[in-house]
C-alpha cells in the first residue's frame, strides 16, 4: 500500500511541475481576445484553442526548443519560437493577431 501511494505521488507532482505554455491571443488593433484561435505545437503535433478570454494553455511539454503555429479565421497566421525550461512555471505566451483577408479563387455562375 505504502508503495502504491509513493509512486502515485510521484506521478501526481511529475504532472504538476511538467513544463508548460501558457498565453492569450488577442487582436492586434482593438486587444479584444481572439476566441477559438487554433495553436499548433509543430514539433509535437499537439495542440489547443484559445477560450472565450483569449487564454491557452499547452502542458506535458518536455524541456527544449518549439515552434508555436497560431491561426485563426479571418486572422493572418502567426508562428512563434518558444524555448522551455525545466521549471514549475509555465511560459507565458502574449500574442496579438493581426485581421488578414481570406482570399478566394473566381466563382463562376452560370444560369441555364
Request: hydrophobic residues 45%; without cysteine; charged residues 15%.
Amino acid at each position: 500500500m505504502k508503495t502504491l501511494l509513493i509512486g502515485t505521488v510521484a506521478i501526481f507532482s511529475y504532472v504538476i511541475s511538467a513544463p508548460s505554455i501558457s498565453g492569450i491571443i488577442l487582436e492586434k488593433e482593438t486587444t479584444a481576445p481572439v476566441i477559438g484561435a487554433n495553436i499548433l505545437v509543430n514539433e509535437t503535433g499537439s495542440g489547443t484553442a484559445s477560450d472565450e478570454f483569449g487564454a491557452f494553455s499547452l502542458t506535458g511539454l518536455n524541456p527544449g526548443n518549439y515552434t508555436l503555429n497560431i491561426s485563426s479565421i479571418g486572422f493572418k497566421d502567426i508562428t512563434i519560437p518558444v524555448e522551455v525550461q525545466e521549471t514549475e512555471k509555465p511560459i507565458m505566451v502574449k500574442v496579438h493577431l493581426e485581421q488578414g483577408l481570406i482570399k478566394f479563387d473566381p466563382v463562376n455562375v452560370i444560369m441555364d
